[in-house]
């Protein structure tokens, strides 16, 4: 089951953290990996992981937030294998602040790499599946597109965005046989976690992990494996009448902190 066997996969984001759990995932169950991230170390350390296990993976290293360079980016993956079976959005920056605290800079940064991103993305691979009628799309969402969360003002707009953008490209391209999911992970620990609390809260690390993991009613942090096993259900041939939807995966956070 769960096999992606002559299926290239793009996963923007692929470098660190979930993207490179899906990616090292996915090249477990036989898809061929393009890693789209502006990180060349990142990138490079991932593909040497998973070909150092027998899998197929390349790099590309493309700002996603540019139209032309994703365009040449997705030619490439092309010219090179000749279509694109698997698209994951997962590329995306966090950020603190509320409306009032957060400037125009940092709001359109947001929505440039979140928002723009995923479209530029979508805007390109979608005429590949298109003419091959056939595709799977899996957005990274986030629990900030359903609830409320403490100074997530510019996240929680990108990340509702994103689930709008879900739900219209499920919509449109149904009867083309393109399937269009999102998921939306509470706190996941990733080396992005683990840099923000020795940044913010150096000599408190210990004790600001541990409220942080106990914010999830299960009491403890995601991990990037978790994510990467539920996205390769989604994107697999078993959950093929599975689309338009988002799922989250938050140790209760949504359903059970009330």
């Known amino acids: 089951m769960f096999q992606l066997n002559e299926k290239t996969t ?6 660190s953290g979930i993207g490179r759990a899906i990616s090292k995932r996915f090249a477990k169950q036989g898809a061929t990996v393009y890693i789209f991230d502006v990180d060349e170390k990142g ?17 590309i290293i493309v700002n996603i937030s540019d139209q032309q360079k994703v365009k040449e980016a997705v030619a ?6 000749g279509s694109i079976e698997i698209l994951i959005n997962n590329a995306g920056v966090a950020h603190v ?19 723009k991103g995923v479209y530029n993305c979508l805007h390109e691979v979608l005429p590949v599946m298109k003419e091959k009628q056939k595709g799977v799309i899996l957005n990274m969402c986030s629990i900030a597109a359903w609830v409320g969360i403490t100074d997530r003002f510019a996240y929680s707009m990108s990340k509702g965005a994103v689930l709008g953008m879900t739900l219209s490209t499920a919509r449109d391209y149904i009867s083309s046989n393109i399937r269009c999911n999102c998921i939306s992970p509470a706190r996941v ?20 992990f541990d ?3 106990k914010s999830q009613p299960i009491g403890r942090m995601g ?3 978790e994510v990467a096993h539920l996205a390769l259900y989604l994107c697999s041939d078993e959950a093929g009448f599975i689309t ?14 009330n």
Do not use: H, W
């Not at 490439?76 to 294998?81: F, L, S, W, Y």
């Open 43 to 59: 990138a490079r350390q991932t593909v040497e992981e998973i070909t150092a296990e027998n899998g197929s993976a390349k790099s």
């Open 97 to 115: 602040g509320t409306a009032e605290s957060t400037t125009e800079e940092d709001f359109t940064r947001l929505f440039n790499i979140n928002v």
């Open 211 to 213: 409220k942080l993991s």
């Open 189 to 208: 620990f990733t080396p992005f976690v683990e840099g923000f609390i020795a940044k913010n809260y150096p000599g408190k690390e210990e004790e600001v």
């Open 76 to 81: 490439q993956v092309i010219a090179e294998k």
């Open 244 to 257: 338009g939807c988002d799922y989250p995966i938050d140790g209760g956070f949504i359903k059970l902190n």
């Open 223 to 225: 991990t990037t494996e």
């Open 10 to 15: 793009i996963v923007t984001g692929g470098g």
